[in-house]
């Protein structure tokens, strides 16, 4: 919310005297924790009520707030925001350097959101300003700060899951090897602290009329967005009009049109359902999406493009990744490497080929990590070298599997900057050791 003119200067007035402008009600259980530049102390609206009683309201890019905070960690923030054409995005400053940012996504209820990498025990001086304020007619984009405080002893092992092509599990509404996959992720969701799941793509095999492979698809994914797992599914050749009855071209002539049709697929799935989903490529659909978690004291964001993606998408990738250099980047895309590691070189009926992609995105970011992909082979997986030095694990996962249900797991361990991968078939409790991979040195940024 912005004030007049008269009305701001004369808060900047009080805030040379008291150093912020509080609006504080009186029956306040604790004093304000923040102090207030070029905004104000307002009554928390959120839930939940902070023990103050009052937020911190930031409604320009000048306007920040200011606290010291005990303990280790990362610094953790409790903000919700007024959307007007976009999120409002926080800057997080800690000691006097830039921690990170943020956006707030949320209009009701006070979402911790974590910064930066974590923090020694001790007392940290932390600052919170607005960056992105827009306004117009219509609204105003604010940002209002509950509380800040740190995580405490980070537990630097997590794990995320990435489901292989899934279109031989969607043909009859008998199988439930798709279901039995989600149901037994969040049933061992603590024992792997598992934080998001992905998909390779090809989640179904061909659209009908009743789009009944979808409701398949759908149904068992309840699961995961019930525990609240956040995910995010690459759309493979198989999910678009592309493809017809029994896995051929819909309509031959027109496969390169169709193969970016992708209109069932965005009705069934949508970046709501996806949970942790920040930013689209195209609004409205989730072909090219990207999805931000916190992992092991590390801030992790999931690229999920579209098969063989247009140059448009890519370029809209590249800003995504350079926005975002404290993250650790996993790309998600249906095609990428075939099973002995190497780069797809066809671009096929899409716009770009794996290669491109790699030569223009993949190993042009010293933070990109990691790549999974399906579409050929069984799986497999490969390492690059990207510009920067660092390396980049490139892993595929397929199976088009008629009898079980294979999921690879990832192991990370940010302290000891170690990755473990298996695969794994709840169904038959069937093991694939031999794609089992431990890596040493991984580059993970924290």
């Not at 911190?56 to 919700?80: E, H, K, M, N, P």
């Not at 509404?173 to 793509?201: E, I, K, M, Q, Y």
């Not at 799935?269 to 072909?287: L, N, P």
């Not at 399906?374 to 920067?388: E, L, P």
Request: hydrophobic letters at 40%; aromatic letters at 10%.
């Amino acid at each position: 919310m912005r004030v007049s003119t008269t009305r701001l200067a004369f808060a900047l007035v009080i805030a040379s005297v008291l150093s912020t402008a509080v609006t504080a009600p009186a029956h306040a259980a604790e004093p304000p924790q923040f102090t207030v530049v070029n905004g104000a102390l307002r009554t928390a609206t959120g839930t939940p009520q902070p023990a103050s009683g009052v937020h911190a309201s930031l409604w320009a890019d000048s306007s920040y707030a200011t606290t010291t905070i005990s303990g280790g960690g990362r610094v953790q923030i409790g903000a919700i925001g007024d959307n007007c054409e976009g999120w409002p995005t926080v800057e997080v400053t800690v000691d006097g350097a830039v921690a990170g940012r943020t956006t707030i996504v949320s209009a009701t209820q006070y979402g911790t959101y974590a910064v930066g990498p974590a923090l020694a025990t001790g007392s940290h001086q932390v600052k919170i300003q607005l960056v992105n304020d827009y306004r117009s007619a219509a609204c105003d984009r604010n940002v209002h700060i509950a509380y800040a405080n740190m995580s405490g002893a980070v537990d630097t092992t997590f794990s995320f899951a990435v489901m292989p092509d899934t279109q031989q599990e969607v043909l009859n509404a008998t199988d439930t090897r798709f279901l039995n996959r989600t149901n037994w992720l969040v049933a061992n969701r603590s024992s792997l602290d598992l934080r998001f799941v992905a998909s390779s793509g090809d989640v179904v095999n061909w659209d009908t009329p009743d789009h009944a492979q979808y409701v398949i698809a759908r149904n068992a994914m309840r699961p995961i967005e019930t525990a609240r797992i956040p995910y995010s599914l690459a759309i493979g050749n198989h999910d678009t009009q592309a493809t017809g009855v029994g896995g051929s071209a819909r309509d031959p002539a027109r496969t390169r049109e169709l193969v970016r049709d992708t209109t069932v697929f965005n009705q069934f799935f949508t970046a709501g359902q996806y949970g942790a989903v920040r930013g689209q490529f195209e609004a409205g659909k989730v072909d090219n999406s990207y999805s931000v978690f916190e992992g092991g004291g590390a801030q992790w964001l999931v690229l999920t493009l579209e098969l063989w993606p247009r140059v448009e998408a890519v370029t809209w990738a590249k800003g995504v990744v350079a926005a975002n250099p404290r993250s650790n980047v996993i790309v998600v895309t249906h095609d990428y490497i075939d099973g002995n590691g190497t780069i797809e070189q066809s671009a096929s009926y899409g716009a770009t080929s794996p290669q491109y992609l790699y030569d223009n995105l993949i190993k042009q970011y010293a933070n990109i990590r990691f790549v999974f992909s399906g579409h050929v082979g069984v799986a497999g997986s490969w390492v690059d070298t990207g510009v920067h030095g660092n390396r980049i694990y490139s892993f595929l996962q397929t199976f088009h599997s008629n009898t079980t249900n294979p999921v690879r797991l990832v192991e990370i361990d940010t302290a000891a900057d170690s990755l473990h991968t298996w695969i794994y078939a709840p169904h038959d409790n069937q093991t694939f050791s031999e794609y089992d991979k431990r890596l040493s040195g991984i580059g993970v940024l924290r």
